[in-house]
């Protein structure tokens, strides 16, 4: 079936950096964007940026330029977003999401900024 | 940036009873090519996010036909007909009609 399985949960210390996968199957990859939202604890959902599966072209929120960056491996379906120079206020749950539609959500990735 | 503000903040409803959800955003939400990319979303606590409607009325398969969307321009609207005890969560409406992409702040479905 479509499913976007991501990565497990991370602790990192404050200055840090972070990698999460979200690993597509069940569609043609190149087809789909790949969207990225983080939801802080107790918190709404916070779009962080975008990234075309076929061209690889990206687009991220003005509050993570700079900070994010989202690049993928076709040859495993796999997308990924980094984040750097991580605070406490980067402890969040984040998910990947299919195409311009959202219609698909991975499990979510839990990031704990702590030192 | 658009900025969706969704109301109430938290509903409380008796099971059985309809609800109702509103979502406006600072600007219209027609896109260039006359569609208007509005979606709502339900989380559930401790799930990932479920589009539950999108392009502003189309409801997902699988998702009960007591849910419905409306609305046009910056003004939507998301309604429960008979609310049931799996209805309890967060409902978030989100415009990817602009860049960047914007969510509302949630509303709180809670069983009385």
């Known amino acids: 079936q479509v499913q976007l399985v991501q990565s497990g949960a991370e602790v990192k210390k404050p200055g840090a950096s972070v990698k999460v996968s979200c690993k597509a199957s069940g569609y043609t990859f190149a087809n789909y964007d790949v969207n990225w939202v983080r939801q802080a604890p107790g918190q709404g959902l916070e779009w962080l940026g975008w990234?075309?599966?076929?061209?690889?072209?990206?687009g991220y929120a003005h509050q993570f330029q700079g900070r994010v960056t989202i690049t993928s491996n076709t040859s495993i379906t796999t997308t990924y977003m980094e984040l750097s120079s991580l605070t406490s206020e980067d402890t969040a749950v984040y998910y990947c999401a299919r195409g311009h539609a959202f219609d698909i959500w991975g499990q979510g990735t839990k990031l704990t900024v702590s030192s | 940036d658009v900025v969706m503000t969704q109301s109430p903040f938290s509903l409380p409803v008796t099971l059985g009873q309809p609800a109702s959800i509103s979502c406006r955003s600072s600007q219209s939400l027609v896109y260039g090519d006359g569609k208007t990319y509005l979606t709502w979303f339900q989380q559930r606590p401790g799930q990932s996010p479920r589009r539950l409607i999108y392009?502003?009325?189309i409801r997902d398969s699988g998702v009960p036909d007591r849910f419905s969307g409306s609305g046009s321009g910056t003004d939507f609207t998301l309604e429960i007909s008979r609310v049931e005890a799996e209805d309890v969560g967060i409902y978030y409406c989100?415009?990817?009609?602009?860049?960047?992409?914007?969510f509302g702040q949630g509303t709180k479905l809670e069983i009385k």
């Open positions: 990234m075309n599966s076929h061209s690889g072209k990206t």
């Open positions: 392009k502003v009325s």
């Open positions: 989100m415009q990817t009609t602009h860049w960047p992409y914007t």
